[in-house]
């Protein structure tokens, strides 16, 4: 069994860039089906999920390889829809590509993604919209089959609620669908933005991505080209996190504060000094300072607090000097990490989607299990401010969205092995 051993007590200083982000290159590499020429990912990190997704590519028919730090994609013109169980069952994003490849061609059958189990992610928004535009739904079992007779065409659609995965979906498919679609209550989120501009780079007309309704004029045949993903905001936030729990000084470069300004306000809440400018936040806390505590956050849609960086935000929370408690809106089970928290000596427990901490936890090294990305991430922060040593059993949760974060943050002066 892989470990990742962790000793508290060391402060951290220094600089750190987030590398792009895992939510906007997954359906990026998607969206790249879309197009006749071949694209390119600039400086994309080797992360576990970008690896299936290069496998899941090639398993339809594109060339897809990495070429030092950037991916390239070429569709080529023989695609087939059917993608295989092993891949679709390894990452929740495989979703992605029921829409490049219903428009490309014409049918696809998905087995349910996999990912992390955050509880029920309902793909029934993603399939909604596509029906409205015209494709046979078929589900059988545990798998999807989708099936078009002509082309698509444009929908003036709502969504139920603001799923990302599903604007994202839609916002794809539309840009093949004859005529114009207008998607209502669609997900503002950044990484939204960044595939709308990635499209429209590729010669897709989209206006409004980032705000609630979305049209796109469809129809355009696209070309590849070459885009560098947005930075990775919940990276960031990690940064930001590990921080708060180990104490000392550390600057975030080359990511835009507005990315992820709900948890820097989190942050400075809870004492913690944060220095913002255009692209980089610096960040300070003596260890000898305690948290504050008293919070009450709730995890939702952008831009409200992300549901990602909930439970780095408990983390934080474990050791302040007060009660707090999270709410996370969108994921059941988002805090499968609070067994581990316990297990450092955190008094904490979950009610329903609800987080409720004690604070004032004198923390010491334990065993504990990474039970999903984020919360395996926040078990290493929380070591982090930990008496004695922790080990963090099944890391590979963590290298989904991490390429090293343990080197990471060594290098920042931890002691992690």
């Known amino acids: 069994m892989q470990l990742?051993?962790?000793?508290?007590?060391?402060?951290?200083?220094?600089?750190?860039?987030?590398?792009?982000?895992?939510?906007?290159v997954l359906p990026l590499l998607a969206a790249t089906l879309l197009c006749r020429t071949p694209s390119r990912l600039r400086a994309v990190p080797p992360l576990a999920d970008v690896a299936t997704s290069l496998a899941l590519l090639q398993s339809v028919g594109a060339k897809a390889e990495r070429q030092g730090s950037d991916l390239f994609v070429a569709p080529?013109?023989?695609?087939?829809?059917?993608?295989?169980?092993?891949?679709?069952?390894?990452?929740?994003?495989?979703?992605f590509y029921l829409a490049p490849l219903l428009c490309r061609v014409g049918e696809v059958r998905l087995p349910l993604p996999g990912g992390c189990k955050l509880g029920p992610r309902?793909?029934?928004?993603?399939?909604?919209?596509?029906?409205?535009?015209?494709?046979?739904?078929?589900?059988?079992?545990?798998?999807?089959?989708?099936?078009?007779?002509?082309?698509?065409?444009?929908?003036?659609?709502?969504?139920?609620?603001?799923?990302?995965?599903?604007?994202?979906?839609?916002?794809?498919a539309a840009t093949q669908?004859?005529?114009?679609?207008?998607?209502?209550?669609?997900?503002?989120?950044?990484?939204?933005?960044?595939?709308?501009?990635?499209?429209?780079?590729?010669?897709?007309?989209?206006?409004?991505?980032?705000?609630?309704?979305?049209?796109?004029?469809?129809?355009?045949?696209?070309q590849g080209t070459a885009w560098t993903p947005l930075p990775d905001r919940i990276a960031a936030a990690t940064y930001a996190a590990a921080l708060a729990c180990a104490g000392g000084e550390v600057t975030v470069t080359h990511c835009a504060p507005a990315y992820y300004a709900a948890f820097l306000d989190f942050l400075q809440a809870a004492g913690v000094d944060v220095a913002r400018q255009d692209t980089t936040v610096t960040l300070a806390r003596s260890p000898a300072r305690p948290l504050r505590g008293g919070q009450t956050l709730c995890a939702n849609a952008w831009p409200a607090f992300a549901t990602d960086t909930a439970p780095l935000a408990a983390?934080?929370?474990?050791?302040?000097?007060?009660?707090?408690?999270?709410?996370?809106?969108?994921?059941?089970?988002?805090?499968?990490?609070?067994?581990?928290?316990?297990?450092?000596?955190?008094?904490?427990?979950?009610?329903?989607?609800?987080?409720?901490?004690?604070?004032?936890?004198?923390?010491?090294?334990?065993?504990?299990?990474?039970?999903?990305?984020?919360?395996?991430?926040?078990?290493?922060?929380?070591?982090?401010?930990a008496d004695g040593t922790t080990t963090l059993r099944d890391p590979g949760h963590i290298r989904r969205g991490y390429a090293d974060l343990p080197g990471e943050i060594r290098r920042l002066g931890a002691e992690i092995g």
């Open 315 to 385: 983390a934080v929370l474990l050791t302040a000097d007060a009660p707090s408690k999270i709410y996370d809106h969108l994921f059941a089970r988002r805090f499968a990490c609070a067994e581990g928290f316990t297990a450092l000596g955190a008094r904490c427990r979950t009610v329903g989607r609800t987080l409720y901490m004690d604070g004032r936890a004198a923390l010491h090294g334990a065993a504990v299990t990474a039970p999903d990305l984020r919360g395996g991430a926040a078990l290493l922060v929380a070591a982090l401010g």
């Open 122 to 172: 309902p793909v029934d928004i993603h399939l909604a919209g596509l029906a409205a535009m015209g494709a046979q739904v078929e589900l059988e079992g545990i798998a999807v089959t989708l099936r078009r007779r002509g082309p698509l065409h444009g929908v003036d659609f709502a969504l139920r609620l603001p799923s990302v995965g599903a604007t994202m979906t839609l916002m794809m």
């Open 177 to 222: 669908a004859g005529g114009t679609t207008i998607l209502r209550g669609a997900a503002c989120e950044p990484e939204i933005r960044d595939l709308a501009n990635f499209l429209r780079a590729c010669g897709a007309h989209i206006t409004g991505a980032g705000t609630p309704v979305v049209v796109i004029q469809g129809g355009k045949p696209l």
């Open 76 to 95: 080529g013109q023989d695609l087939q829809g059917e993608i295989p169980d092993y891949l679709a069952g390894a990452m929740r994003s495989s979703v």
């Open 4 to 24: 990742i051993t962790i000793t508290g007590g060391r402060t951290l200083h220094g600089r750190i860039r987030p590398a792009a982000a895992k939510n906007s």
